[in-house]
C-alpha cells in the first residue's frame, strides 16, 4: 500500500507519483482514492484530464467501478499550471493522452511544492511504451505499477490487447467492447491468432477479386 511522503516544510518542494498499468487494472480507482485521502485531511485538489476522455462523463474522472471525482478537462498540458494555483495537490487522469509537455508540467508542480498524482496506461495496444508516460515514470519519486487480471488465464495482467485489428490508430477510447487485459502469453497468442486470420481474410479478398 502506498504511503504518502512526509511533507518537509523547510524545503519547500513536492514529488509525483506515477500510477501506471493496463487497461482495467485500478489505475484511476487508485487516483481517487488517494486524492479523497487529500480532500479528506482538508488539502486543496485540483483533478485534470485529457478532453478527449469522454467515456463516462465530460467533466467527472471515473473508474471502471464507478468511483467518481469532479475533475478539469483540458485541451493540453500547458493548461495544468494556469488552473493549479494554490493547490497543495494535483492529480492527473489519462496521462498517456496528453502531450510530452506534461513532463515538464508536472516536475515544474512539484518543484513549486504541490504533491503530483499522474495515472496512465504505460503501454499501449502494441505493447509499446505509451506518449510520456516512459518519462513519467522515470522521473517520479514513486511509481506504482498496478496489474488486471488476465480475461483467458486468470493471470496477472499489464498488456492491453484491441481485440479488433482493423483500426491501427494508437488512441481509440474503448472499454470491455474494444479491449481485454491479457498476460504475457494470453497477448502473445492473441496477437499470433489475429494476425493468423488477417493473413487469412487478405488470401480470401484475394481469390474474390480473382473470380
Not at 32 to 51: G, S, T, V, W
Amino acid at each position: 500500500m502506498f504511503l504518502e511522503n512526509t511533507v518537509n516544510h523547510t524545503e519547500q518542494f513536492g514529488w509525483i507519483e506515477v500510477i501506471c498499468g493496463s487497461m482495467f487494472s485500478g489505475k484511476t480507482e487508485e487516483l481517487i482514492r488517494r486524492l479523497n485521502r487529500a480532500k479528506f485531511a482538508k488539502q486543496k485538489i485540483e483533478i485534470f484530464k485529457p478532453i478527449i476522455d469522454v467515456r463516462y462523463d465530460e467533466e467527472k474522472v471515473v473508474s471502471h467501478d464507478e468511483n467518481e471525482i469532479r475533475s478539469t478537462p483540458v485541451p493540453a498540458a500547458a493548461n495544468i499550471p494556469l488552473l493549479a494555483n494554490g493547490c497543495d495537490v494535483i492529480g492527473i487522469d489519462e496521462a498517456q493522452f496528453f502531450d510530452d509537455e506534461i513532463v515538464s508540467v508536472c516536475n515544474n508542480l512539484a518543484n513549486s511544492g504541490m504533491r503530483v498524482i499522474v495515472a496512465g496506461l504505460d503501454m499501449d495496444f502494441q505493447g509499446r511504451p505509451f506518449g510520456p508516460m516512459p518519462n513519467l515514470m522515470a522521473t517520479a519519486e514513486y511509481v506504482t505499477k498496478v496489474h488486471a487480471v488476465c480475461t483467458r488465464t486468470g493471470n496477472l495482467a499489464h498488456y492491453s490487447f484491441r481485440k479488433s485489428s482493423n483500426d491501427d490508430s494508437i488512441v481509440l477510447l474503448g472499454e470491455t467492447d474494444k479491449y481485454e487485459p491479457l498476460s504475457r502469453a494470453a497477448y502473445y497468442k492473441a496477437i499470433q491468432q489475429q494476425k493468423s486470420e488477417q493473413i487469412s481474410a487478405e488470401k480470401k479478398e484475394e481469390l474474390k477479386n480473382k473470380d
